[in-house]
């Protein structure tokens, strides 16, 4: 069973910057693809950023120039660094985990962290 744990995430004034963490317990890691997703009050689930095994990585595109996703398979760690936040980036933000592969749909992954919540100030 994997399990995934978030963290890192904060109050920041608007501009500002965060880095999130997503540690994966399991020997699976290095063969899978790892994704955030947020989610803001009232809104949908959506989709921030995913990296496959081979470290290729895809934006959603209001983030995309802005925040970049990185994984350390020695670490079974996948991070989230943000920049120029904007009010609108506030959410809780989930890691997640799937098969080796590009996707963007939530149903495609199989694991999940219990979010870290991130609030940006205007």
């Known amino acids: 069973q994997v399990q995934l744990v978030e963290s890192g995430g904060g109050l920041v004034q608007a501009g500002g910057s965060l880095t999130l963490s997503c540690v994966a317990s399991?020997?699976?890691?290095?063969?899978?693809?790892m994704a955030w997703f947020r989610q803001a009050p009232e809104k949908e689930r959506e989709f921030v950023a995913t990296?496959?095994?081979?470290?290729?990585?895809y934006y959603e595109n209001s983030v995309r120039g802005r925040f970049t996703i990185s994984r350390d398979n020695s670490k079974n760690t996948v991070y989230l660094q943000m920049t120029s936040l904007k009010p609108e980036d506030t959410a809780v933000y989930y890691c997640?985990?799937?098969?080796?592969?590009?996707?963007?749909?939530?149903?495609?992954?199989?694991?999940w962290g219990q979010g870290t919540q991130v609030t940006v100030s205007s």
């Open positions: 990296i496959n095994w081979n470290g290729d990585a």
């Open positions: 399991g020997r699976t890691f290095v063969n899978s693809a």
């Open positions: 997640a985990q799937g098969p080796m592969g590009i996707r963007y749909s939530g149903r495609s992954y199989d694991y």
